[in-house]
């Protein structure tokens, strides 16, 4: 017997351009931090890579404004709308957001070291889980791909979404 796999939805993950809190390592989450010029330079090149390789039917981004920028960045190729998803906002880091690794570590020495050595059991203080977190994601790149069958979509997000949605689409591969 010959199976075949249909492609339900190609999707191209995009990590928005740098701002100065990713250069100088700040917990971001869901401040809205600006891109810096770099940020853009990246968008940019993001922009005309995409261009280059596919032909996306849809553009998602995050509410914020470094996401929402790159997403215009690549949008604007394709002649089509940058469309906000909630639920690719980026995690709530609580408490640590806005801090160094350096100063979550010397204020929540345990909760930062599991954070780095098991994130599944952390617990952010005032922030979300990563079990929260992966249903609110995966519960969306769903719902996208229900309504792109066959197509081509772009989703712009934040590290920590995107590693959620790589590890969640590798647990339900079938292999």
Known sequence: MIMTARILCRIILVRHG???????ERFRGQADISLNE????????????????WQPSGVYSSPLSRAV????????????????????????????????????????????????????????????????LRQRVMDTVHQLAQRHLDETIVLVGHTVINRVILLGVLVHCPG
């Not at 740098?18 to 100088?24: A, K, L, S, V």
Request: net charge negative; glycine share 6%; charged share 15%.
């Open 38 to 53: 770099f940020g853009f330079q990246q968008a940019a090149a993001t922009a005309v890579r995409i261009a280059r390789e």
């Open 69 to 132: 920028k790159t997403a215009e960045a690549v949008a604007h190729h394709f002649n089509l709308p940058v469309q906000i998803c909630p639920g690719l906002n980026d995690i709530n880091y609580g408490k640590w957001q806005g801090l160094t690794p350096d100063e979550v570590m010397q204020q929540w020495p345990q909760e930062y070291h599991a954070w780095i050595h098991a994130p599944h059991t952390a617990r952010i203080p005032g922030g979300e889980s990563l079990d929260h």
């Open 18 to 24: 740098q701002t100065e809190w990713n250069r100088i």
